[in-house]
């Protein structure tokens, strides 16, 4: 996955890392975050060729939210 992300201009923000939930319901056991130039880069990543057979691996042996956070400048 790293080469593929890297192809697109990402890089990884947080990886592997253990969040504590502070306030609300959400008990994530993992956090992944990745950065892309753009919300448009990061789409073409998530529905790339090179991506795809990898995204269907992960999809087949966990489980996952995944959400896009388009920042402002």
Do not use: N
């Not at 956090?31 to 892309?36: S, Y």
């Not at 269907?56 to 402002?72: F, G, M, T, Y």
């Amino acid at each position: 996955v790293q080469d593929t992300v890297k192809k697109y201009g990402g890089s990884y923000t947080c990886r592997w890392g253990y969040p504590a939930t502070l306030e609300g319901e959400w008990q994530a056991h993992r956090i992944v975050m990745i950065e892309f130039p753009t919300a448009d880069t990061a789409r073409k990543w998530w529905d790339s060729d090179e991506y795809r057979p990898l995204k269907k691996l992960r999809q087949e042996c966990s489980s996952a939210r995944v959400i896009l956070v388009d920042a402002p400048d």
